[in-house]
T-cell receptor, first 112, second 114 residues
Framework: NAGVTQTPKFRVLKTGQSMTLLCAQD?????MYWYRQDPGMGLRLIHY???????AKGEVPDGYNVSRLKKQNFLLGLESAAPSQTSVYFC???????????FGSGTRLTVV | AQSVTQLDSQVPVFEEAPVELRCNYS??????LFWYVQYPNQGLQLLLK??????LVKGINGFEAEFNKSQTSFHLRKPSVHISDTAEYFC????????????FGGGTRVLVKP
């Protein structure tokens, strides 16, 4: 089925470990986004990309890095995980224009 | 910059009763407005959106929302809820001019009771 696929779905990290979350979309969307969801705070934008090879900071970028080497993939990296990064991470994509976003099913990350 | 406020963090409602979820936004530019629904352990699904034209927007699952520019509001309503409407609902805004970042409200959790 067409859509946005996130891997992994769950992960537990120890403080200081690193990991990469993968987002893949097969809809040929230009724009891709990484959000984190925390209780009572809605979704907050971490980083986004307006096209292959481009990335930009969102509202809460500290502690994260991203790459968009291929149009269909958007990677989110944590170089040295901290407990404050315990959250549910959502990837989203969309075409140019005013349409709605298509979201992945999320990655639940716990940092202990 | 824009911001979104969802005034109710939780809304309990009985099955077949009406529900209204409130959303207010602030922005210095005109915006597009969206409502998303998140069922337990799932991603977000688009319910409806306002881009231009009629201020009353109809979405999926019997939901509708009304854009009120003077009150900067975009409240979501459903005349009769079902148990399956139990979920979290998010209001979001995106600047209409050269904007490509969606800003979300804090969410409203709807619990439908039998």
């Amino acid at each position: 089925n067409a859509g946005v696929t996130q891997t992994p779905k769950f992960r537990v990290l120890k403080t200081g470990q690193s990991m990469t979350l993968l987002c893949a979309q097969d809809m040929n969307h230009e724009y891709m986004y990484w959000y984190r969801q925390d209780p009572g705070m809605g979704l907050r934008l971490i980083h986004y990309s307006v096209g292959e090879g481009t990335t930009a900071k969102g509202e809460v970028p500290d502690g994260y890095n991203v790459s968009r080497l291929k149009k269909q993939n958007f990677l989110l990296g944590l170089e040295s995980a901290a407990p404050s990064q315990t959250s549910v991470y959502f990837c989203a994509s969309r075409h140019e224009g005013a349409g709605g976003y298509t979201f992945g099913s999320g990655t639940r990350l716990t940092v202990v | 910059a824009q911001s979104v406020t969802q005034l109710d963090s939780q809304v309990p409602v009985f099955e077949e009763a009406p529900v209204e979820l409130r959303c207010n936004y602030s922005s210095s530019v005109s915006v597009y407005l969206f409502w998303y629904v998140q069922y337990p352990n799932q991603g977000l699904q688009l319910l409806l959106k306002y881009l231009s034209g009629s201020t009353l927007v109809k979405g999926i699952n019997g939901f509708e929302a009304e854009f009120n520019k003077s009150q900067t509001s975009f409240h979501l309503r459903k005349p009769s809820v079902h148990i399956s409407d139990t979920a979290e609902y998010f209001c979001a805004v995106n600047p209409s001019a050269a904007g490509n970042k969606l800003t979300f409200g804090g969410g409203t959790r709807v619990l439908v009771k039998p």
